[in-house]
């Protein structure tokens, strides 16, 4: 990718592909993006996702859930804005150290797209911001399901 704005541009239209993913139950339009090597990472799994096939069937068992369900999330491009947003406290854990309650902040380019899904279930409302990386090339290297307390954003033009 030649530039930043260039690379912005190219992760848009691939959530876009990856909202059609969730809004439809079909992800086969956002599989090409995936580097073999992707990692899926979620903050409420120990372990990562490694390796393009493992996040096919992942989403695709998601997809068929989904569609089975009926219960289809509502999907929402944003923008991150600023590029530190503080996080009081948040529980840290350095060095194998014992965890302590910190601020923290959490650095992240201004401007850069993302996904915002809200689901309910059981009368629950839940959310989480999905934030795509990129190698050079504009292929997906990592998928960060994350808290959308986590970030300051605001709804992108569509």
Same mark, same amino acid.
């Given at each position: 990718?030649?530039?930043?704005?260039?690379?912005?541009?190219?992760?848009?239209?691939?959530?876009?592909?990856?909202?059609?993913?969730?809004?439809?139950?079909?992800?086969?339009?956002?599989?090409?993006?995936?580097?073999?090597?992707?990692?899926?990472?979620?903050?409420?799994?120990?372990?990562?996702?490694?390796?393009?096939?493992?996040?096919?069937?992942?989403?695709?068992?998601?997809?068929?859930?989904?569609?089975?369900?009926?219960?289809?999330?509502?999907?929402? +491009?944003?923008?991150?804005?600023?590029?530190?947003?503080?996080?009081?406290?948040?529980?840290?854990?350095? /060095?194998?150290?014992? !965890?302590?309650?910190?601020?923290?902040?959490?650095?992240?380019?201004? /401007?850069?797209?993302?996904?915002?899904?809200?689901?309910?279930?059981?009368?629950?409302?839940?959310?989480?911001?999905?934030?795509?990386? +990129?190698?050079?090339?504009?292929?997906?290297?990592?998928?960060?399901?994350?808290?959308?307390?986590?970030?300051?954003?605001?709804? !992108?033009?569509?």
């Amino acid at each position: 990718m030649e530039n930043r704005t260039k690379k912005n541009d190219r992760l848009r239209l691939i959530l876009g592909d990856l909202r059609k993913g969730y809004e439809t139950g079909d992800f086969s339009d956002f599989f090409p993006h995936l580097r073999e090597d992707c990692r899926y990472v979620s903050m409420w799994v120990l372990e990562p996702m490694t390796g393009r096939g493992n996040i096919v069937r992942h989403l695709t068992g998601k997809g068929r859930a989904i569609r089975d369900s009926g219960n289809f999330p509502v999907c929402t +491009l944003v923008q991150l804005e600023g590029n530190l947003h503080p996080v009081e406290n948040g529980l840290v854990s350095a /060095g194998g150290r014992p !965890a302590r309650r910190a601020r923290v902040g959490l650095w992240y380019p201004d /401007g850069k797209y993302c996904l915002l899904l809200k689901q309910t279930i059981d009368g629950q409302t839940n959310s989480i911001i999905i934030d795509l990386r +990129l190698d050079d090339d504009g292929a997906v290297t990592e998928i960060n399901i994350c808290m959308p307390e986590l970030f300051a954003y605001r709804a !992108a033009e569509e």
